[in-house]
């Protein structure tokens, strides 16, 4: 994935992210249980931090292109955002229960993107102290 295409989808999370939790706050309060508006607002803030976390691995892409391990957290960072968070929006939503079983899968992706990148950055540190 390019810088600029991982600034893209960041700057999507991020504005989803405000606009569904905005829809969240003031227009399905009142139609879910006060725990499904929790929940609706854990997916919209994780997928908030992870849309800046996104950002940020734009901005290091720009300056090591290459680098194919900032495309992979960037792309489990994604993923996992993805999974995560529409699973919980799509649970407030519908009332199925079952799709809770789905979040999961996307929290283990984003905190893969998060081991990752920690070992990417350990073994530079490695490599540039030698």
Known sequence: MSSQRTQLFA??????????????????????????????HTAARYQFWHGLALLILAEHQIRAPKTMALKTCARLFLAGTLVFSLSLYALCLTDISTLGAITPVGGVLMLSGWLYWFMTVLKQTKYDNR
Do not use: N, Q, S, Y
């Open 11 to 40: 700057l999507g999370l991020l504005g989803t992210a405000v606009a569904l939790g905005a829809f969240g706050a003031h227009i399905i309060k009142d139609l879910v249980t006060p725990e499904r508006i929790d929940t609706w």
